[in-house]
């Protein structure tokens, strides 16, 4: 069974920093584009960082940037989301997904699939 599934959320302060993992199981995240996306309840899932095949591109919600990282380890199977100066409106539930269409914008959910099943983030002090 193809399944990707998230870890390393939890409850940190204000400025705390968290990695999130996202590790596949049932295929090989070599070949694929990986996007990590966030729910915070009563709002619209959005992007927040992609990152190609080979690691050689990434991008950011405008939100992030400079503060969250996305890596990955294909040795591992496993894509990382680094997020440091967490801010409380970060708190979400964060989900990683396979690029399986293409289209425009890299941050569009519709062209993902394989969701896992999220990882609850919370930043509050």
């Known amino acids: 069974q193809l399944q990707l599934v998230e870890s390393g959320g939890g409850l940190v302060q204000p400025g705390g920093s968290l990695r999130l993992s996202c590790a596949a199981s049932g295929f090989i995240l070599d070949y694929e584009t990986i996007g990590w996306f966030r729910q915070a309840p009563g709002k619209e899932r959005e992007g927040v960082s992609y990152?190609?095949?080979?690691?050689?591109?990434?991008n950011y919600a405008d939100s992030v940037k400079g503060r969250f990282t996305i890596s990955r380890d294909n040795a591992k199977n496993t894509v990382y989301l680094q997020m440091n100066s967490l801010k409380p409106e970060d708190t979400a539930v964060y989900y990683c997904?396979?690029?399986?269409?293409?289209?425009?914008?890299?941050?569009?959910?519709?062209?993902?699939?394989?969701w896992g099943q999220g990882t609850q983030v919370t930043v509050s002090s």
């Open positions: 990152i190609t095949s080979s690691g050689g591109s990434t």
């Open positions: 997904a396979v690029r399986a269409r293409p289209g425009i914008s890299w941050s569009n959910a519709n062209l993902y699939d394989y």
